[in-house]
């Protein structure tokens, strides 16, 4: 079966780094999402990983390992706006999103 | 339009009724998404379209569920005879797709929170 596994809640200090492990399982594979989403709000669009390796947007980095079927949402300097939900999400070989349950992010001062 | 827009953004129904959602995807996209997220859980896909056609209702919980498109813009997502289990919150997504299949990013809509008692 597909499966997406991803820590359930995580704390973190604003200032600090923090790391989001994903692993997935998918029929054939067409890249991994990560998505942010505040709650009570609608997802949004983080990044977008089809090859290996790390890529870089700001202060949030993704990464990805297809050998491993995994995955890493890295997110530097936090602030209390990153706190939210963080979802992966794996897109199988039909290109249909299987999504995690997501992993809610506590930031403290 | 700006975004993805969904109306209404919040129903409240009673077990037996139908329902109807509505989905305004961002102009000019081709793929729209429907899917459900329960309190807590990840988003479960539903349907989606290719213009006004869906080539994978797949996801559909059940035949209580349709969904059309028309006009390759508006969706409505319909629901008969609500049962309390399909109290969720319904997002609709949109993604330019000019071609399936597509990995192209799929912008969401702020969600109806649908509640049946």
């Known amino acids: 079966g597909q499966n997406i596994d991803q820590p359930t809640e995580m704390t973190a200090t604003e200032g600090a780094i923090v790391q989001i492990n994903c692993t997935y399982q998918t029929s054939g594979f067409n890249g991994l999402f990560w998505y942010q989403q505040h709650a009570g709000e609608a997802p949004t669009f983080l990044s977008y990983?089809?090859l290996d390796g790390l890529e870089e947007k700001g202060r949030f980095s993704s990464f990805l390992s297809r050998s491993k079927g995994y995955s890493y949402l890295l997110l530097k300097e936090l602030q209390m706006k990153d706190s939210a939900s963080y979802l992966c999400?794996?897109?199988?070989?039909?290109?249909?999103?299987?999504w995690g349950a997501g992993t809610k992010l506590i930031i403290k001062p | 339009g700006a975004g993805v827009s969904q109306s209404p953004s919040n129903k409240v129904t009673e077990k037996g009724k139908d329902v109807e959602l509505r989905c305004d995807p961002i102009?000019?996209?081709?793929?729209l998404y429907w899917y459900r997220q329960s309190l807590g859980q990840g988003l479960e896909f539903l349907i989606y379209?290719?213009?006004?056609?869906?080539?994978?209702k797949s996801g559909l919980p059940s035949d209580r569920f349709s969904a059309e498109r028309t006009g390759g813009s508006v969706s409505t997502l319909t629901i008969q005879r609500t049962q309390q289990e399909d109290s969720a919150v319904y997002l609709c997504?949109?993604?330019?797709?000019?071609?399936?299949?597509?990995?192209?990013?799929?912008?969401f809509g702020p969600g109806t929170r649908l509640t049946v008692l």
């Open positions: 999400a794996g897109m199988d070989s039909n290109y249909q999103l299987i």
């Open positions: 997504a949109s993604s330019l797709a000019v071609s399936l299949p597509s990995t192209d990013t799929q912008y």
């Open positions: 379209f290719q213009g006004n056609s869906a080539p994978d």
């Open positions: 990983n089809v």
């Open positions: 102009s000019g996209h081709t793929a």
